[in-house]
T-cell receptor, first 116, second 113 residues
Framework: GAVVSQHPSWVICKSGTSVKIECRSL??????MFWYRQFPKQSLMLMATSNEGSKATYEQGVEKDKFLINHASLTLSTLTVTSAHPEDSSFYICSARPGTDNSPLHFGNGTRLTVT | GENVEQHPSTLSVQEGDSAVIKCTYS??????FPWYKQELGKRPQLIIDIRSNVGEKKDQRIAVTLNKTAKHFSLHITETQPEDSAVYFC????????????FGTGTSLTVIP
């Protein structure tokens, strides 16, 4: 149980274009999902908390207009990287937890974004 | 956010030896502490976790200890095997803002056969 599916697994796009990444909880409902970014050989950095039916909460330094998050249902959150630039190239991973706050996060497979 | 520090950043051990990774956190209200293992290019996988009402938890070769007073917790791997080689991350939640997990900087463990 507690499967999180993320698509696409990798994407290459040109500078200036936008890319949408989907995160789905397959066998549980998630009122909250979390988006992380991971640069090579670095840790997972929390970007934002996605809240079903309301606005996302962004971490300090993360541009909300550049990283648009939509959490329209209890099983789907999307992250759109707008006007992508090469420095946005990274590994983006979503996560969610099925139970109480005092329980582990389950991660999607991640999306490798390369902006050329 | 929650400040999670992790040491060491790299660790090499001989096969069969033990490995210990330590983390400290800042939010005194944090009550749940997981450890994740991440292999190259893959998602983090939970390997063990501990809640604040206990001081130690063990699962075969893996154990986690927690000292809430000092706000630190440690991962212990005994009888290490080459397949234990990976990057390990600790995490702690920031309770007052919604239990978001903040991760340590990671420890790259290499088990030498």
């Amino acid at each position: 149980g507690a499967v999180v599916s993320q698509h696409p697994s990798w994407v290459i796009c040109k500078s200036g274009t936008s890319v949408k990444i989907e995160c789905r909880s397959l066998d549980f409902q998630a009122t909250t999902m979390f988006w992380y970014r991971q640069f090579p050989k670095q840790s997972l950095m929390l970007m934002a908390t996605s809240n079903e039916g309301s606005k996302a909460t962004y971490e300090q330094g993360v541009e909300k207009d550049k990283f648009l998050i939509n959490h329209a249902s209890l099983t789907l959150s999307t992250l759109t990287v707008t006007s992508a630039h090469p420095e946005d190239s990274s590994f983006y991973i979503c996560s969610a937890r099925p139970g109480t706050d005092n329980s582990p996060l389950h991660f999607g497979n991640g999306t490798r974004l390369t902006v050329t | 956010g929650e400040n999670v520090e992790q040491h060491p950043s790299t660790l090499s051990v001989q096969e069969g030896d033990s490995a210990v990774i330590k983390c400290t956190y800042s939010d005194s209200a944090s009550n749940y502490f997981p450890w994740y293992k991440q292999e190259l290019g893959k998602r983090p996988q939970l390997i063990i976790d501990i809640r604040s009402n206990v001081g130690e938890k063990k699962d075969q070769r893996i154990a986690v200890t927690l000292n809430k007073t000092a706000k630190h917790f440690s991962l212990h791997i005994t009888e290490t095997q080459p397949e234990d080689s990976a990057v390990y991350f600790c995490a702690a939640p920031q309770v007052y803002t919604g239990n978001q997990f903040y991760f340590g900087t990671g420890t790259s463990l290499t088990v030498i056969p």
